[in-house]
């Protein structure tokens, strides 16, 4: 078998590129070692930046988005018992979109299977041979049956454990890592949102979060270390414990039900660089890892993949190596920039392990000066929305 560009990975990155390309005529094969239904089934992201809805609307699939998405024009923040919003529309003209991360995927999907793009699920030990070289190949097994692919370029869009990253040469990528003492238990439920906006709050018992995924389900976020399990936590002690997180208001007039999906998701910060060795390109998480704390995980993963189709366009109709050999500098310039806002959001809203009165009182300082502050707000929305690409 022989394609343009074989893409690792069907998430967000990996559909995404898939579509870019084939708008620009680039033929490409997606291996994905697990099945459509696990793939769809992953509650991960709800807030997308204007560039990637942009994005989808640039290759055709935005209007379900646009139908079932909610726009939103602002953020709560709460702190010290009381919620203070952002309005992200008039500090910088821009809204986000609220919509799944599950509904991006599915359109993604369908988008694909329309133009009779081909994807392998169910893709087993795939492997990535002779990246160094200008005749690459990508080979995997499908139901006990071996194959080979040759191609002219790998995209590693397999997230942060795919094979793809480990496939460049120990000594060639410099990592950069922090770890963060805590995770996230999430729990979706067939309730009503219990604000308009997302509230992001800073407790002393821990952050919270509250989100959605449509006028009818919700999305709520409670800060747990990282030794507990999901089975510890009914869905009564989560709603219990969320309330005491959040102000009066919200407390009480919240919606409780049965959760339908409950998950604890560790915290990190991670970039590897350079992304692009050779005939080999990461992007998404597979080159970088951001905190939930900033929505900005599938954001990057989208303007990574915009860099990159821009760049393999380039090749094939230009015959021109430029776009290539900038991909990895350009993304990355971009990426730090979401790396230091998702840092600093999970900084400035969680508890630490072991930290001081004092701690707490600097994180409300600057919340307060936040929430007051012009310059403060416009750069908190400017970053929230997304920076340009
Ligand atoms: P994905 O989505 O992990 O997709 C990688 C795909 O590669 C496949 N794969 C393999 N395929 C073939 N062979 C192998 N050996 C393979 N190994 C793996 C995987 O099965 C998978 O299908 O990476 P991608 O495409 O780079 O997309 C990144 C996003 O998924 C991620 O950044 C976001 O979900 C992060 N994130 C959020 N991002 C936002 O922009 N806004 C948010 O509000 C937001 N909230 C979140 C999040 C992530 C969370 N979790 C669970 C990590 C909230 C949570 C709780
Ligand atoms: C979500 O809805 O899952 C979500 C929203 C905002 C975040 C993280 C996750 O910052």
């Known amino acids: ?33 697990r099945s459509r239904d696990y793939v769809l089934g992953r509650i991960r992201a709800g807030v997308l930046e ?43 003209g821009t809204t986000v979109m609220v919509y799944g991360q599950t509904e991006v995927t599915r359109d993604l999907m369908d988008g694909r299977a329309a133009v009779g793009a081909p994807t392998v699920y169910e893709a087993d030990g795939v492997a990535l041979h002779d990246i160094a070289t200008d005749h690459p190949r990508v080979t995997y097994s499908k139901d006990g049956v071996s194959h080979e692919i040759q191609c002219d370029f790998i995209a590693g869009c397999d997230g942060f454990h795919g094979p793809s990253r480990p496939a460049i040469p120990v000594g060639v990528l410099k990592t950069y890592e922090r770890v963060y003492p805590f995770g996230w238990l999430g729990i979706l439920s067939e309730t009503p949102p219990v604000s308009d906006e997302l509230i992001y709050a800073n407790h002393e018992r821990g952050f919270a979060l509250c989100s959605m995924r449509s006028k009818t389900r919700s999305r709520y976020y409670i800060q747990c270390r990282l ?4 089975e510890e936590w009914s869905d009564g002690r989560f709603w219990d414990e969320l309330k005491r997180r959040l102000d009066e208001k919200a407390a009480s007039t919240i919606v409780t039900g049965p959760s339908i999906e409950k998950s604890i998701a560790p915290l990190r910060s991670f970039v590897a660089e350079p992304m692009r060795f050779g005939r080999l390109f990461l992007a998404g998480d597979s080159a970088h890892i951001v905190p939930p ?38 993304a990355l310039s971009r990426v730090w920039k979401a790396v230091r806002f998702s840092w600093w959001m999970t900084n400035l809203m969680h508890r630490f392990p072991n930290t001081e009165p004092f701690d707490y009182k600097m994180q409300v300082a600057e919340l307060d000066y936040l929430v007051h502050s012009k310059a403060a707000m416009t750069s908190m929305a400017e970053n929230y929305v997304g920076l340009p690409f």
């Open 1 to 33: 078998m022989r394609t343009q560009v074989v893409i690792i990975g069907s998430g967000p990155a990996g559909l995404l590129l898939g579509q870019l390309l084939h708008r620009r005529g680039v033929d490409t094969i997606v291996l994905e070692n």
């Open 50 to 92: 204007q560039g990637t809805v942009a994005l989808l609307d640039e290759v055709g699939l935005g209007a379900r988005m646009h139908r079932e998405g909610l726009p939103h024009d602002g953020t709560e923040l709460c702190f010290d018992g009381r919620r203070h919003r952002i309005d992200f529309k008039e500090q910088t």
């Open 227 to 230: 030794d507990e399990k999901e």
């Open 293 to 330: 704390t900033g929505a900005k995980g599938l954001n990057l993963a989208a303007s990574d993949v915009h860099y990159l189709a821009n760049a393999l366009g380039e090749y094939y109709s230009a015959k021109s190596s430029a776009g290539i050999d900038h991909y990895s500098q350009q």
